[in-house]
């Protein structure tokens, strides 16, 4: 099994910056092709907003978050991480962050590649 526990979020001032983990365990820990970040807004659709693929250190972005987002990954402690930076009210959401078994760079903002998730954590951003 692989269990994702997610820290970080909370309610924040716009303009500023933000880091969000996800800590990976559990049998299947070490053998995970991608670990994704994914948020829903409330009252849309969950969609995919970063990607890392495990074997070979390839980052993938939703065009919607080019540079302001980035992802990183601690390979010896096994956490990713996303940083966001000049932070929005529209970035209000609940963030996830998901592994896949399986990898298709094609394919990763597909939430069916994913086999496992975290617990989500809210950030709010507002004034």
């Known amino acids: 099994q692989l269990q994702l526990v997610q820290s970080g979020g909370g309610l924040v001032d716009p303009g500023e910056s933000l880091t969000l983990s996800c800590a990976a365990s559990?049998?299947?820990?070490?053998?995970?092709?991608?670990i994704s970040w994914f948020r829903q807004a409330p009252g849309k659709e969950r969609e995919a907003i970063a990607c890392f693929s495990v074997s070979d250190g390839a980052k993938y972005y939703a065009d919607s978050v080019k540079g302001r987002f980035t992802m990183s990954r601690d390979n010896a402690e096994n956490v990713a991480y996303l940083r966001i930076d000049s932070l929005k009210p529209e970035d209000t959401a609940v963030y996830y962050c998901?592994?896949?078994?399986?990898?298709?760079?094609?394919?990763?903002?597909?939430?069916?590649?994913?086999?496992?998730w975290g617990q989500g954590t809210q950030v709010t951003v507002s004034a």
């Open positions: 998901a592994a896949g078994l399986n990898f298709n760079s094609m394919a990763w903002e597909k939430r069916s590649m994913y086999d496992y």
């Open positions: 559990g049998s299947l820990s070490r053998y995970f092709y991608a």
